[in-house]
T-cell receptor, first 109, second 114 residues
Framework: TQLLEQSPQFLSIQEGENLTVYCNSS?????LQWYRQEPGEGPVLLVT?????EVKKLKRLTFQFGDARKDSSLHITAAQPGDTGLYLC?????????FGKGTKLSVKP | DAGVIQSPRHEVTEMGQEVTLRCKPI?????LFWYRQTMMRGLELLIY????????DSGMPEDRFSAKMPNASFSTLKIQPSEPRDSAVYFC????????????FGPGTRLTVL
């Protein structure tokens, strides 16, 4: 059974701090997605990584895919209250998308 | 495009009643997914369709759950009879072609079974 473990489960920081959240698995994925979900809404796709070692940047967010395509990280620089939400990673393989349980981020002003 | 549309947004029902959740996908998307989200189990895939055909329903918890996609613009997820442990947020998501993992989610239906 494929599993995606996300850490930390909860993170509460002050505005302006940097943070990194992790997504780990023992399985290899053909692609990995990061989504952000706000309360009362569905997840919204942030990025897809496909190649081992790939790094993608989205404004203050930096996403990295592990060399072996089993893990990924999301780094946020100078976090803002608007970054608050549940960050989900999802791994794709054989037509199925497996989601981690997410990291719930709270950024206080 | 209006995005993925789900109805109702909230449903409160009593144990034993039939519940039908509805989804209108984004036009042109050939994949449709039904998910369930709970605090304990996170986001779980229940079933997905490609070109209106069910491809994988291994995530459907039991025979009380059924899903249909009679055409490209409509899908339903039915629970009959409902039980309190079915209480969750149910999401419909769509994707297209080889990018089916890059999914667009609806706002969800929050189901409470009393």
């Amino acid at each position: 059974t494929q599993l995606l473990e996300q850490s930390p489960q909860f993170l509460s920081i002050q505005e302006g701090e940097n943070l990194t959240v992790y997504c780990n698995s023992s399985s290899v994925f053909s692609s990995l997605q990061w989504y952000r979900q706000e309360p009362g809404e569905g997840p919204v796709l942030l990025v897809t990584v496909v190649t081992g070692g790939e790094v993608k940047k989205l404004k203050r967010l930096t996403f990295q895919f592990g060399d072996a395509r089993k893990d990924s990280s999301l780094h946020i620089t100078a976090a803002q209250p608007g970054d608050t939400g549940l960050y989900l990673c999802a791994g794709g393989s054989q037509g199925n998308l497996i989601f981690g349980k997410g990291t719930k981020l709270s950024v206080k002003p | 495009d209006a995005g993925v549309i789900q109805s109702p947004r909230h449903e409160v029902t009593e144990m034993g009643q039939e519940v039908t959740l509805r989804c209108k996908p984004i036009s042109g998307h050939d994949y449709l997914f039904w998910y369930r989200q709970t605090m304990m189990r996170g986001l779980e895939l229940l079933i997905y369709f490609n070109n209106n055909v069910p491809i994988d329903d291994s995530g459907m918890p039991e025979d009380r759950f059924s899903a249909k996609m009679p055409n490209a613009s409509f899908s339903t997820l039915k629970i009959q009879p409902s039980e309190p442990r079915d209480s969750a947020v149910y999401f419909c998501a769509t994707g297209w072609g080889s990018h089916y993992n890059e999914q667009f989610f609806g706002p969800g239906t929050r189901l409470t079974v009393l």
